[in-house]
């Protein structure tokens, strides 16, 4: 029915993307599904995760004039297999090993629930490690042939000792050695922007330092449940997971600096 098409919005996102839309001049409160979104360079950007349903969403925004609603479509999408092999104490965790996890779990839910003040000089976001995406993101994963969750981020192919760089200021929230994740460093960049980065075999930075982007966090290596040495990223839009590949994608096109005109 083109009626219905018509009043669709025209904004669209897949599930484990984010979208970025234009705020209109003097937005103040921007909110979406009872949150405050994260607000960069004059757009909301907002990360749908991979269980999201399709449909019609939209954000709420406070404006001198009034309430404005900004909308835009979730879109599904299918993502590939994947089957890993790695040590079995990784696919079935002893009870003590389990209780480590939940531990480490908690400190890294800390850290993602973390909302400082956003910055404005976020954009762009770089690569962290130089290597082609090995394993993409949102891989429905088979370790030694048992289903585990989605994957949950993105994996740079690159051989033990290749650095890994913050890909846009931030602070150190986080560093650790754990179960699953191995050598670990947790970047808040504010707002509710939150990045990991897992397997390392060597961590160069310390909790609480701030970096620029480019820094050097570490570097690549094969720690805790991995088959090969590489980088695995996760990118965390206020609680949300979403795909690095696609944040860039739509991030990088925001511009740099707020206030400025085109
Ligand atoms: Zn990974």
Not at 126 to 155: I, M, Q, T, V, Y
Request: charged fraction near 20%.
């Amino acid at each position: 029915m083109p009626s219905l098409l018509a009043t669709a919005a025209a904004a669209t996102v897949e599930i484990g993307g984010i979208v970025a839309l234009a705020l209109p001049e003097g937005a103040t409160g921007v909110r979406y599904q009872n949150d405050d979104a994260l607000v960069v360079a004059g757009h909301a950007v907002v990360g749908v995760p991979l269980d999201a349903a399709p449909g019609r969403r939209s954000v709420t925004v406070a404006t001198a004039a009034g309430e404005r609603v900004l909308e835009f479509t979730v879109l599904a999408k299918q993502y590939p297999e994947r089957h890993v092999t790695v040590s079995q104490r990784h696919v079935d965790p002893s009870p003590d090993d389990l209780e480590r996890y939940r531990r480490e779990a908690a400190v890294q839910r800390a850290a993602y629930a973390l909302r400082t003040e956003t910055r404005n000089d976020l954009v762009p976001f770089e690569r962290p490690a130089a290597g082609p995406a090995s394993s993409p993101f949102g891989a429905r994963s088979f370790f030694n042939g048992k289903p585990r969750s989605p994957h949950a981020g993105l994996d740079i192919a690159a051989a033990t000792g290749t650095p890994v760089r913050a890909p846009a200021p931030g602070v150190v929230a986080v560093t650790g050695h754990y179960f699953f994740n191995g050598k670990t460093v947790i970047i808040d960049h504010g707002g509710g922007l939150v990045t990991m980065y897992c397997h390392l075999s060597r961590v160069d930075v310390a909790k609480g330092d701030e970096v620029d982007r480019g820094h050097i966090l570490g570097a690549v290596g094969k720690t805790g449940r991995a088959s090969g040495a590489h980088l695995h990223w996760t990118v965390k839009v206020r609680g949300v997971t979403v795909d690095p590949a696609q944040f860039m994608a739509v991030f990088n096109t925001l511009d740099g600096e707020d206030g400025e005109d085109g």
